[in-house]
Nanobody, 122 residues
Framework: VRLVESGGGLVQAGGSLSLACVAS????????MGWFRQAPGNEREFVAA????????DYADSVKDRFTISRDNAKDTVTLRMNSLKSEDTGIYYC????????????????WGQGTQVTVSS
């Protein structure tokens, strides 16, 4: 499975961005998708995850009510809509795929994209 993220960029605090993750290759099967982010000097941290059917979403407390994860299985695409962005949201955002149940732990994920940079200026 190959994952490619897009949509990152520079935005002012309070602004919005949408990130997309497109999967290709061996995409058949039941896999959950997650978004993680990593700031310089920090570990990769959980942001949001969505189940295979899209009927179960999970969010880190820091982004709840601001970010929305969604997926379109017909297009093998997962989207992260980010509103009311804060400077602390700055980092490289990675998309991960994990078979079966979603997880908040990055070590549980089987496939990763290359990441997309999000910078929020205050």
């Amino acid at each position: 499975v190959r994952l490619v993220e897009s949509g990152g960029g520079l935005v002012q605090a309070g602004g919005s961005l949408s990130l997309a993750c497109v999967a290709s290759g061996r995409t058949a099967g039941s896999y959950s998708m997650g978004w993680f982010r990593q700031a310089p000097g920090n570990e990769r941290e959980f942001v949001a995850a969505i189940s295979w059917r899209g009927d179960n979403e999970d969010y880190a407390d820091s982004v709840k009510d601001r970010f929305t994860i969604s997926r379109d299985n017909a297009k093998d695409t997962v989207t992260l809509r980010m509103n009311s962005l804060k400077s602390e949201d700055t980092g490289i955002y990675y998309c991960g795929a994990k078979y079966y149940k979603s997880s908040r732990h990055y070590v549980d994920y089987d496939y990763w994209g290359q990441g997309t940079q999000v910078t929020v200026s205050s």
